[in-house]
């Protein structure tokens, strides 16, 4: 079975400083992760994904994810954070059959000036 | 318009009404979700629709019916719904990879509809 593990609710970091948001997954077969960040009383925006290929992605907003496959991770990194990077973010797997998708339980990120 | 539309946007009904949320998605995709977002729990998969054929049903209460008409538009229908119905409902769209298997495509979600169940 497919499935994305987010171990932080909440997550703290000074403007200006780097920030890290961490996702763990297991699935069955090859992984296509994604990375969505959501606005309070918004949808979720995509920022990026892994399919195949290099393991360090760069998606929007100056984000970037490494997948890391020995330690079967995706964690999101920024390395400037802004107070406007403030949101929730979901890390996500595609399953395995059907176009289905699983979220991790979501991550929120404060940025403090 | 672009990307994935919801309407309405917020809606506070009765538990005895009957109800329609509406997403209409103006990306050519093809396959078509509904979320429900709760306050402090998972974002909860309600049901996937793939080239209009319903291909997931996320055990969710019968007093929540989906249809999806064409590629671009998908209903859900409510009626004698309970206050713990009260939530986000969240419609995505993304491109499908093939009639099964995994998807390598991103979904579009639209802004969500804010359901006050009295």
């Known amino acids: ?113 | 318009e672009t990307g994935v539309t919801q309407t309405p946007r917020h809606l506070v009904m009765g538990m005895t009404n009957k109800k329609s949320l509406k997403c209409e998605q103006h990306l050519g995709h093809n396959a078509m979700y509904w979320y429900k977002q709760s306050a402090k729990k998972p974002l909860e998969l309600m049901f996937v629709y793939n080239f209009k054929e319903q291909t997931e049903n996320n055990s969710v209460p019968s007093r929540f019916s989906p249809e999806c008409p064409n590629s671009s538009h998908l209903f859900l229908h409510l009626h004698t719904l309970q206050p713990e119905d009260s939530a986000l409902y969240l419609c995505a769209s993304s491109q499908a990879s093939g009639r099964g298997g995994a998807s390598y495509n991103e979904q579009f979600f639209g802004p969500g509809t804010r359901l006050t169940v009295l």
């Open chain 1, 1 to 113: 079975a497919q499935s994305v593990a987010q171990p932080e609710d909440q997550v703290n970091v000074a403007e200006g400083n780097p920030l890290t948001v961490k996702c763990t997954y297991s699935v069955s077969g090859n992984p296509y992760l994604f990375w969505y960040v959501q606005y309070p009383n918004r949808g979720l925006q995509f920022l990026l994904k892994y399919i195949t290929g290099d393991n360090l992605v760069k998606g929007s907003y100056g984000f970037e994810a490494e997948f890391n496959k020995s330690q079967t991770s995706f964690h999101l990194k920024k390395p400037s954070a802004l107070v406007s990077d403030s949101a929730l973010y979901f890390c996500a797997v595609s399953g395995d059959n059907f176009n289905k998708f699983y979220f991790g339980s979501g991550t929120k990120l404060n940025v403090k000036p």
